[in-house]
């Protein structure tokens, strides 16, 4: 509800002026957006250890920042940057230990765009794309290390397709609102070694990232 609010007001505010940036082959346009990143997760069970046990990921909130180069007045090409964290809870019969890891996440996206009005004063655009998804800095929680004792955390990296939905609404001249949806497609193996023990579980995290936030065109 808090989100539709800003969204709405964000969209107001900016329809108020009637300035159009005029987008043109060769310009660069740089987002700043607060991004949700709600991931629709579903995994394997942990084997061979806990059968009947799955895995699920938590949202996460985060500043994005993304940079788009206008190929042509209607195509252009944008690699978006952004980190977060997420907590790793375990599902089914490791539901009682809830959180069982944290891990943060790099995944640089670059995408295609086609930018249906570049001369308009609210500017819709397409986009599809590559993801490559780097886990970084994954902890065992205390709960699993209670249970299981000190257990290593890795996540395969992932590389997958991204599909984005967007559209930028003229403030001034040069500076814009913008409103960003993208699908991800991330798929990560999570390995928990303790001792001499392996257990794993293929993990499907496939989030929506929804964000808003302010550009420029330089």
Known sequence: MRLTLIIGAALSAALAFPAQAQIAKGDVLVRARAILVAPNESSGPVTPGFPGSKLGVDNSYAPEVDFTY??????????????????????????????????????????????????????????????????????????????????KVHLTDSVGYALQAGIDVDVSKRVFVNLDVKYIDIDSTARLTTGAALNQSRVHIDPIVAGIGLGIRL
């Open 70 to 151: 206008m190929l042509t007045d209607h195509i252009g090409t944008e690699l978006i940057l952004a980190t977060t964290k997420h907590d790793v809870a375990g599902r089914g019969t490791i539901a009682a230990l809830d959180k069982v890891a944290s891990t943060w996440v790099l995944p640089p996206t670059l995408t295609l765009q086609y930018h249906f009005a570049p001369k308009g004063h609210v500017r819709p655009y397409l986009g599809a794309g590559i993801n490559y998804t780097i886990f970084y800095n994954a902890k065992a929680s205390d709960s699993l290390v209670k249970a299981i004792g000190p257990t």
